[in-house]
């Protein structure tokens, strides 16, 4: 079993900053792509960032400019870095591992960003 566990998030206010942190296994982690995603209560799951294992990334529009997605290989953790948020970017913040077909999630956490 598989295990990823997201930390660092919380309640912030608009415009400030949240970093997210996601562990993954070792035996994974060098050779997967790894991504956070996020589900707002109503919505679909969304892709956020993504950063593959030769560390390009992609971003979500919403989010280009904003937010930074990074690995630490040898400690086997993804970071985001969200910098101006904004009260949309309110959800459940899920880290991702992806090596096709295989996929791994984490339990999730949760971000909130009100006044």
């Known amino acids: 079993q598989v295990q990823l566990v997201e930390s660092g998030g919380g309640l912030v206010q608009p415009g400030g900053s949240l970093r997210l942190s996601c562990s993954a296994p070792?035996?994974?982690?060098?050779?997967?792509?790894m991504g956070w995603y996020r589900q707002a209560p109503g919505k679909q799951r969304e892709l956020v960032a993504v950063?593959?294992?030769?560390?390009?990334?992609n971003y979500a529009d919403s989010v280009k400019g904003r937010f930074t997605i990074s690995r630490d290989n040898p400690k086997n953790m993804v970071y985001l870095q969200m910098n101006s948020l904004k009260v949309e970017d309110t959800a459940v913040y899920y880290c991702?591992?992806?090596?096709?077909?295989?996929?791994?999630w984490g339990q999730g956490t949760q971000v909130t960003v009100s006044s």
């Open positions: 950063i593959t294992n030769l560390r390009n990334t």
């Open positions: 991702n591992a992806y090596l096709r077909p295989i996929a791994y």
């Open positions: 070792g035996s994974i982690f060098s050779i997967y792509d």
